[in-house]
């Protein structure tokens, strides 16, 4: 599966935007889909994800309650809500891609990856 990440940009604190991840292929409900961050200088670290048919979901402990991950299977897209933005979620934003209905935090456990889209917030 191909994974193309857009939304990105550029954001006062408190404020929100809206990424998009969408996929080729045409077993897109057999993945769990993820989005991971990575600021300058920090490790790449899980955000959210969501199974593929249940629309079960888990998020980071840091996002949880500003943070909505939700996916349209017609469409092959996986979005990400992000309300009440903080300057410490400024990083490149990436949608990730695992086969199954395993939930993981790991950037090990996933397989497939989009190109990245900067999240820029201002304070």
């Known amino acids: 599966v191909q994974l193309q990440a857009s939304g990105g940009g550029l954001v006062q604190a408190g404020g929100s935007l809206r990424l998009s991840c969408a996929a080729s292929?045409?077993?897109?409900?057999?993945?769990?889909l993820a989005w991971f961050r990575q600021a300058p200088g920090k490790e790449r670290e899980f955000v959210a994800a969501?199974?593929?048919?249940?629309?079960?979901?888990y998020y980071a402990d840091s996002v949880k309650g500003r943070f909505t991950i939700s996916r349209d299977n017609a469409m092959s897209t996986v979005f990400l809500q992000m309300n009440s933005l903080k300057f410490e979620d400024t990083a490149v934003y990436y949608c990730?891609?695992?086969?199954?209905?395993?939930?993981?935090?790991?950037?090990?456990?996933?397989?497939?990856w989009g190109q990245g889209t900067q999240v820029t917030v201002s304070s």
């Open positions: 969501i199974r593929g048919t249940s629309d079960s979901t």
């Open positions: 990730a891609a695992r086969r199954g209905e395993v939930i993981a935090t790991s950037t090990r456990a996933y397989a497939y």
């Open positions: 292929g045409r077993t897109f409900s057999s993945y769990v």
